[in-house]
């Protein structure tokens, strides 16, 4: 996949695009970018995906703090893997905020050669919001593009099955309200694979090694990343090129009245070896239990113990 930004127009093959900001390149996503590439073969032009480095909002609204399902690089990965032709990455100024609908698509027809855009089902863009697909479509016929209606997916065609009155729709809210409440497996399924967090291990408290569980301390890479609900969970760890099962924590510890730091641990099963400062990957399964105090340490050790048979399970049957 070409990366593109700001390039000269006549360098950039023609192609079929869409845009937005495809937090997590969920399967919501991943529909939408299938038919943007179906049209592009179908028409013998290039398949674009136009996307931004930050959240629009985070430039517009200083005080807000996104909540990432993927930061700008792992989500470049996701879309690299796709078999898309190109991705432009746009940075979202208070210029390009600034423009109207019309204008973004004369950018977008002048200087990035797009021919047809894909619409998503939900999706605005301009500063004036009050447009919408129509508008869309008149504009393209005065600029020579030719603007398609997205198909939204359906769970249910993914077969996944949802619960009486909810939102169906596959989208970022819903993965994130998923993730918040520690059901990182339906996620998962919402997803098109597990939800991971990137960091580097860092100095823990050493309490797991006299419970007899020894754990690394996940510093996160990116701070808007979004971590799961406190609890315990079965994960896949991912260090120095090799992959073993583990037992994750997220918490505020409260047996050891460690206040409100939360902390990100993981006992990693059958593995002894110093990795302070090495790059982790913890890849979610499923979560076991949530956060809770026990008495004493005695107990918090025999339930960490029921906690990592349950945990060497769950990884054995997701294998």
């Given at each position: 996949m070409?990366q593109?930004?700001?390039?000269?127009?006549?360098?950039i093959r023609?192609s079929?695009?869409?845009?937005?900001?495809?937090d997590?390149v969920?399967?919501g996503?991943?529909y939408?970018?299938?038919?943007?590439?179906?049209?592009?073969a179908?028409?013998?032009?290039?398949?674009?995906?136009?996307?931004?480095?930050v959240h629009?909002?985070?430039?517009m609204?200083?005080?807000?703090?996104?909540?990432?399902?993927?930061?700008?690089s792992?989500?470049?990965a996701?879309?690299d893997?796709?078999?898309?032709?190109?991705?432009?990455?746009?940075?979202?100024?208070?210029?390009?905020?600034?423009l109207s609908?019309?204008?973004?698509?004369?950018l977008?027809?002048?200087?990035?050669?797009?021919?047809?855009?894909f619409?998503?089902?939900?999706?605005?863009?301009?500063?004036d919001?009050r447009?919408?697909?129509?508008?869309?479509?008149?504009?393209?016929?005065?600029?020579?593009?030719?603007?398609?209606?997205g198909?939204?997916?359906?769970?249910?065609?993914?077969?996944?099955?949802g619960?009486?009155?909810?939102?169906?729709?596959?989208?970022?809210?819903?993965?994130?309200?998923?993730?918040?409440?520690?059901?990182?497996?339906?996620a998962?399924?919402?997803?098109?694979?597990?939800?991971?967090?990137?960091?580097?291990?860092g100095s823990?408290?050493?309490?797991?090694h006299k419970?007899?569980?020894?754990?690394?301390?996940?510093?996160v890479?990116?701070?808007?990343?979004l971590?799961?609900?406190?609890?315990?969970?079965?994960v896949?760890v991912?260090?120095?090129?090799?992959?073993?099962?583990?037992?994750?924590?997220?918490g505020?510890r409260?047996t050891?009245d460690?206040?409100?730091?939360?902390?990100?641990?993981v006992h990693?099963?059958d593995?002894?070896?110093d990795i302070?400062?090495?790059?982790?990957?913890?890849?979610?399964?499923?979560r076991?239990?949530p956060?809770r105090k026990?008495?004493?340490?005695?107990?918090?050790?025999?339930q960490l113990h029921?906690?990592?048979?349950?945990a060497?399970?769950l990884?054995?049957?997701?294998?």
């Open positions: 070409q593109i930004s700001d390039i000269p127009a006549d360098r023609p079929v695009a869409t845009i937005g900001f495809f997590g969920h399967r996503h991943r939408l970018l299938s038919q943007v590439q179906a049209a592009a179908q028409r013998g032009l290039a398949s674009t995906v136009i996307t931004f480095p629009p909002r985070s430039v609204q200083p005080d807000f703090r996104a909540e990432l399902l993927t930061t700008c792992e989500k470049l996701l879309l893997g796709l078999g898309l032709d190109c991705c432009l990455l746009l940075d979202f100024t208070p210029a390009l905020a600034a609908a019309r204008q973004f698509m004369e977008l027809a002048g200087r990035y050669n797009i021919r047809v855009l619409i998503g089902y939900d999706h605005r863009f301009g500063h919001r447009e919408g697909f129509d508008d869309y479509v008149r504009y393209g016929r005065e600029l020579g593009i030719e603007v398609l209606p198909e939204a997916c359906q769970p249910s065609s993914l077969g996944i099955s619960e009486v009155g909810e939102d169906l729709r596959i989208g970022s809210s819903s993965i994130r309200r998923l993730l918040h409440e520690g059901d990182v497996a339906r998962a399924d919402y997803l098109g694979y597990r939800y991971f967090l990137n960091g580097t291990v823990g408290f050493q309490v797991g419970l007899g569980y020894p754990t690394a301390n996940l510093e890479d990116d701070p808007c990343k971590i799961p609900a406190r609890g315990v969970y079965a896949e991912l260090v120095d090129g090799h992959s073993y099962g583990g037992m994750l924590n997220i505020c409260p050891l460690n206040g409100t730091n939360r902390t990100i641990e990693i099963f593995f002894d070896a302070y400062h090495h790059p982790l990957r913890l890849t979610f399964v499923q076991i239990r956060e026990f008495d004493s340490l005695d107990e918090l050790a025999a029921r906690d990592a048979a349950e060497r399970a990884l054995s049957l997701s294998r």
